[in-house]
C-alpha cells in the first residue's frame, strides 16, 4: 500500500511535447534517437488526441479525484479510446517496495508484485498508483475504480511529461480512509515510483521530489496490456511497448 509522505509545492512546467523519445535501455532516461525507428505517431500527436477526447462527453468519474501533490479536487479520467484510459494530474513520488530508501515513509511492499511473487522495487520499476477500493463504497462507483475497467495489476500505460513519455505499470494502491482531504485516500491520482519520475526528469526524492501538474497518465486495459517479468526486467520490457501503444492509441483515435 502506497504510504502517507509528505507533499512540497513544486511549480509543474507546462506540458509540450515535441519529437516523439524512446528509452535506450533499461536504466536510461528518455532522449532522443535518430537511430530507432520512428513509430507512425509522436508522442505529440498522442497527448495531442488524448487532450482533444477528455471531454465532459467521455468522463468516467462523477466526481472529481484529488491530486496527490497539490490536495486539490480537480482530476477527473477520460475514456480516450475503446479500453483507454486517461488523466492529468501532479506526480508524487512512491518510494514503496523491495528496493530500500531513506524516505522515512518507505514501506518494503508494494500491493502488486512481479512475476516472481516478489514486490516491486520503486527504484527499478516505473509504476502508478491507483485507489485501492472505491472510496463511495457504489457500484458503479461515482470515482474513477480500476477494477471496473478491465484493469489490473501490472496493467501498462504511458506517462507524458515535457518533452518525454515512457512505458510504466500499474503497481501500487492508495489506501482508503473516511477524511475529507488528508493523506492516504483513495480519491488520489498522481502518485508514481522513483523510477517513473527518473525516467520523465523529475526529482525523484521521496521527500522533497515531485512535480505539482502537468503529467498524463493514459492507461491500456485487457489482458494484452499487462505486462509480465520480474524487477530485473520489468523497465525494458515495459520501456519496449511505448512505440506499440502510441502506434495503437493514435490508430484508434484516428489522428
Known sequence: MSSPRRRFAVVGAALALAAPLAVKSADAATTNTDTAAAPSYTAAQVLAGVKKNSTDANKVNSKPHINTMTRAKNVNVYQVAKG?????????????????????DHQGTTTFKDSDGKSL????????????????????CPH???????????????MFYKSKVIGAIFGDTQTANDQDTSENDSRELGEASVKAA?????????TEGGVDNGVTVVIFSGSDWVVNGTNSNLNSKTQA?????????????HL
Do not use: W
Open 84 to 104: 483507454v484510459y486517461a488523466y492529468g494530474s501532479g506526480l508524487a513520488v512512491d518510494t514503496d517496495g523491495s528496493d530500500p530508501d531513506p524516505d522515512p
Open 121 to 140: 522495487g520503486a527504484h527499478r520499476v516505473p509504476f502508478y498508483v491507483l485507489g485501492d477500493d472505491c472510496y463511495d463504497k457504489k457500484n458503479p
Open 144 to 158: 474513477f475504480f480500476y477494477k471496473e475497467h478491465g484493469i489490473k495489476g501490472r496493467q501498462f500505460a504511458l
Open 198 to 206: 527518473s525516467l520523465l526528469g523529475i526529482n525523484s526524492s521521496g
Open 241 to 253: 511497448m511505448v512505440t506499440k501503444a502510441l502506434d495503437s492509441l493514435g490508430s484508434s483515435m
